[in-house]
């Protein structure tokens, strides 16, 4: 199957700081990206979508001057947290998605741990 | 609109006995329906994925899901629990029209030796 990888798998930051997360397609290209948060014991929350070479869309209550996300290529998306603080850390998690159509599944990246001090 | 209930937060099961994961949807359209997995600290596993061809599903590792649309469900069932299944199973849909999916809050499965 279609692979997604993410970078880094676990990230440490002082607040104030900025991280950059990075989502890639593999072997295949995604003309849809999907960014997740996931608390811990609880379900995925979307945070965005985004698409190629457009800018992102975002879901209610998630702001975008904070979680900063851009999708320069087809098998690229990255999220950068800016000036982190201890509730940013969560579980990011991407997913990437090959078409538009209803019964294309996504394929999930492994995830991203970030824990903000 | 649509949405995912998912009837369970823990279930409970000893190994070697039946596992039932609960779900129910709804929604607008004609949806197309998901159970992924995640162990601990881990992403999501596709489980299997329903596209309107056969309303019994079968996964991997033993899994399968029955899409009834008279009571919106699309429940999980294995036949023989084993003890790497124990992680957190997410029910999602996704309907026709739109490629937006919801997930439900996700169920914990407990395997007992």
């Known amino acids: 199957g279609a692979v997604v990888s993410q970078h880094p798998s676990r990230v440490i930051c002082k607040s104030g700081t900025s991280v950059k997360i990075e989502c890639r397609s593999l072997?295949?290209?995604?003309?849809?990206m999907f960014w997740y948060r996931q608390f811990p014991k609880k379900s995925l929350m979307l945070m965005a979508t985004?698409?190629?070479?457009?800018?992102?869309?975002?879901e209610q209550g998630v702001e975008k001057d904070k979680f900063l996300i851009n999708h320069a290529s087809l098998t690229l998306s990255t999220l950068t947290v800016t000036s982190a603080h201890p509730e940013d850390s969560s579980f990011y998690i991407c997913?990437?998605?090959?078409?538009?159509?209803?019964?294309?599944?996504?394929?999930f990246g492994p995830g991203t741990r970030l824990t903000v001090l | 609109a649509q949405s995912v209930t998912q009837l369970d937060s823990h279930v409970s099961v000893s190994e070697g006995t039946p596992v039932l994961l609960r779900c129910n949807y709804s929604?607008?359209?004609?949806?197309?329906l998901f159970w992924y997995v995640q162990h601990p600290n881990k992403g999501l596993q596709l489980l299997l994925k329903?596209?309107?061809?056969?309303?019994l599903v079968k996964g991997i590792n033993g899994f399968e899901a029955e899409f009834k649309k008279s009571e919106t469900s699309f429940h999980l069932t294995k036949p023989s629990a084993h003890m790497s299944d124990a992680a957190e199973y997410f029910c999602?849909?996704?309907?026709?029209?739109?490629?937006?999916?919801?997930f439900g809050r996700g169920t914990s499965l407990i395997v007992h030796p």
């Open positions: 985004s698409n190629e070479g457009s800018k992102a869309t975002y």
């Open positions: 997913s990437a998605g090959t078409g538009t159509g209803p019964y294309n599944e996504q394929f």
């Open positions: 329903y596209t309107s061809a056969a309303t």
């Open positions: 999602v849909v996704s309907p026709g029209g739109s490629y937006i999916p919801t």
């Open positions: 072997d295949f290209q995604a003309t849809t």
């Open positions: 929604s607008s359209y004609s949806p197309s």
